[in-house]
């Protein structure tokens, strides 16, 4: 038996307690890296609780002694019987991006909510305890000195994403978006906000978790592909067009092909790469193009070999890609950084757009209208939605001038300052997509 004292003030415990399947005991079911019970190192997982503050728990459930603990304040007196086999605890210094949403508090599986941390994708986790199966322990890299918290397992989060899509009434099936990026096919939910049920909590892609290592670029790397993502509008071409013209001994956009015909004044290789529609389809055939499309009844595609050209001559290549696209180019060769270029708020939009004109379905010039504003704010949304979790940055469009100056340092910072980037882009002989639950669990 030993008698352990925490002096607990506003903070939590620590610590998650449960029923022993077999005993009935009240144990210590976990405790929480960098937390008050932690740092006291007098309490670990598999101790048993006999009483707190004099209170016997022997046939109490778990709920009322957590009652006992929440509403006790300054000394907490535990009498418990430790874990005799005390196994090495499992901390681990493992990163990973979030693919996901994650909100704790509206989560009813989560041992403990008030100790759950909530993370929204894109945001960087070190995994520090591994070793429950279903809830691991983590801290956002943006705040590491807070404690760890509880967050779902890479098996778990998948298996709450399967169970939701199969809890989802057939309509709602539809919104999946199924395409293919690098050859895999992926299913996105899309958007599936229902606010005030338990299931906004799992906001999903096929891996929850993709582990992710510190990268630095040295002198005599490539340099990273840049990708301007962005709802068609928004200035995403505008942009690549003034940072190019700002320096374009640096900068530079792929010369695209197509299969339409070459007008008087161009030049092969300088505007397109003229080719026919056999040797276009060819090149799609090879997998050949980053992305391609048709427009007016012909076909436009950007080649890899032409994007290689540039990031061998020492140059940065600009490229603007939809966004299903961007799976295809996240390769160890290019390690793309992909920034999203977001729509201001609307009297903004309204004001700097007076005098700009917009290419419509219709293909004519014509003036911004509220409707466009509309589809590009709707538009802009459902890209984040779908795809947030690839953004490395966002910049808001509002001046062009600051747009601008803005994406100047941002591409600087991405070339010259270490960045988190997947693990599977510097193991390059692991498979592309790898999850990290197989080398985890
Ligand atoms: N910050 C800005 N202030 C004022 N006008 C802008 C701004 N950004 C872009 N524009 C103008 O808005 C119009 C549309 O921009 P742009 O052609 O770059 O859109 P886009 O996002 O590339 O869309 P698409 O892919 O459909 O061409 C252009 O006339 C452009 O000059």
Not at 81 to 104: K, N, Q
Not at 196 to 225: F, I, K, N, W
């Amino acid at each position: 038996m030993r008698i352990v004292c925490l002096v607990k003030n506003k903070q939590p415990l620590g610590a998650t307690i449960k029923r022993h399947e077999i005993t009935g005991d009240i144990i210590v079911a976990r405790v929480i890296h960098g937390g008050l019970a932690d740092r006291s190192g007098l309490l670990y997982a598999g101790d048993k609780l006999v009483e707190v503050n004099g209170f016997p728990v022997e046939g109490l459930e778990p709920e009322q002694v957590i009652q006992i603990l929440v509403h006790s304040e300054g000394t907490i007196v535990f009498k418990l019987i430790p874990i005799g086999d005390r196994s090495v605890s499992s901390h681990t210094m493992l990163f990973v991006r979030a693919m996901a949403d994650y909100w704790p508090q509206l989560d009813p599986s989560i041992p403990c909510a008030d100790a759950g941390l909530p993370f929204k994708k894109g945001e960087i986790l070190q995994i520090v305890d591994q070793s429950d199966a279903l809830w691991w322990q983590a801290r956002k890299v943006s705040n590491l000195s807070r404690c760890a918290g509880l967050i779902p397992s890479n098996h778990l989060l998948k298996r709450k994403q399967r169970e939701f899509w199969w809890s989802q009434p057939f309509m709602s099936h539809s919104c999946l978006k199924p395409f293919l990026g690098d050859g895999r096919l992926i299913s996105i939910w899309f958007s599936l906000h229902q606010n005030g049920t338990v299931d906004t909590c799992y906001h999903s892609m096929a891996a929850p978790y993709e582990e992710v290592v510190r990268y630095q670029r040295r002198l005599c790397d490539r340099h990273r592909l840049i990708v301007l993502i962005g709802p068609s509008g928004v200035g995403v071409n505008e942009l690549r067009r003034q940072l190019i013209g700002l320096n374009p001994s640096k900068f530079q956009s792929p010369v695209p092909h197509t299969t339409r015909h070459k007008k008087t004044y161009e030049e092969n290789g300088r505007e397109y790469f003229f080719v026919s529609k056999e040797t276009f389809e060819s090149l799609v055939y090879c997998h050949s193009f980053l992305e391609y499309g048709e427009y007016k009844g012909n076909l436009y595609g950007t080649s890899m070999d032409a994007v290689k050209a540039i990031l061998d001559a020492g140059k940065i290549c600009i490229v603007d890609l939809e966004p299903q696209d961007i799976t295809g180019v996240r390769t160890h060769e290019l390690k793309p950084y992909v920034i999203f270029i977001k729509p201001p708020s609307r009297s903004c939009m309204r004001q700097t757009r007076r005098n700009a004109r917009i290419i419509t379905d219709y293909f004519v010039n014509t003036k911004f209208k509220e409707e466009d504003f509309q589809e590009i704010e709707e538009s802009a949304k459902k890209m984040e939605v779908q795809f947030g979790q690839f953004f490395d940055q966002v910049v808001v469009n509002d001046s062009l001038e600051s747009a601008c100056v803005q994406l100047m340092s941002i591409v600087r910072h991405a070339q010259d300052d270490p960045q988190w980037i997947p693990a599977f882009w510097i193991c390059s002989d692991s498979p592309k997509g790898a999850e990290i639950a197989s080398s985890q669990q």
